[in-house]
T-cell receptor, first 113, second 114 residues
């Protein structure tokens, strides 16, 4: 089955800095790669996703890049703000037709004012 | 648009007791998922329904966990009997359909087994 590795497990930045979180996956047939943000006591919320036919996608301060050859994808957050502090999860589907998602272990991002 | 609803939000039980969780997906969403999230880890899929049929339950501990989705809408997840290692957050999610569709998560039910 799919295996997703996520790094780093924790990331501390100063407000205004950029943050980068990286994930690798094992199943070369995976086609769909979402990123979720989870705040304390809440369920995960989709912030951006990318499909295998696209190398990069951007939405305001958030961007995701995908390298299918190397089987890795990354989340980039620019001009970080304290409200960006949360746990971020990457995921990859298994292209089984049911698109079962396998999640990484998460990155706790702390943005200090 | 109302989000995914779950209840209860918190539950504390003793080991060997039974517990049930309820989920109401977003209206019109055909696919419903139950995930288990242990502290410090990402969500792990337990079972996936397409309408009222199961499409993936390969990671569901079937000796103690069961789930159903009556009439293709609401769903319940049951644990009987509970073990200490079942302490986790149980998340329900739904999507319009399967196949790379956005999954929308509910707030989760936090279960503590003593």
């Amino acid at each position: 089955g799919e295996n997703v590795e996520q790094h780093p497990s924790t990331l501390s930045v100063q407000e205004g800095d950029s943050a980068v979180i990286k994930c690798t996956y094992s199943d070369s047939a995976s086609n769909y790669f979402p990123w979720y943000k989870q705040e304390l006591g809440k369920g995960p919320q989709l912030i951006i996703d990318i499909r295998s036919n696209v190398g990069e996608k951007k939405d305001q301060r958030i961007a995701v890049t995908l390298n299918k050859t190397a089987k890795h994808f990354s989340l980039h957050i620019t001009e970080t703000q304290p409200e960006d502090s949360a746990v971020y999860f990457c995921a990859a589907d298994d292209n089984s037709g049911y698109s079962t998602l396998t999640f990484g272990k998460g990155t706790m991002l702390l943005v200090s004012p | 648009e109302a989000g995914v609803a779950q209840s209860p939000r918190y539950k504390i039980i003793e080991k060997r007791q039974s517990v049930a969780f309820w989920c109401n997906p977003i209206s019109g969403h055909a696919t419903l998922y139950w995930y288990q999230q242990i502290l410090g880890q990402g969500p792990k899929l337990l079972i996936q329904f397409q309408n009222n049929g199961v499409v993936d339950d390969s990671q569901l501990p079937k000796d103690r966990f069961s789930a159903e989705r009556l009439k293709g809408v609401d769903s319940t997840l049951k644990i009987q009997p509970a073990k200490l290692e079942d302490s986790a957050v149980y998340l329900c999610a739904s999507s319009l359909d399967q196949g790379g569709q956005t999954q929308y998560f509910g707030p989760g039910t936090r279960l503590l087994v003593l």
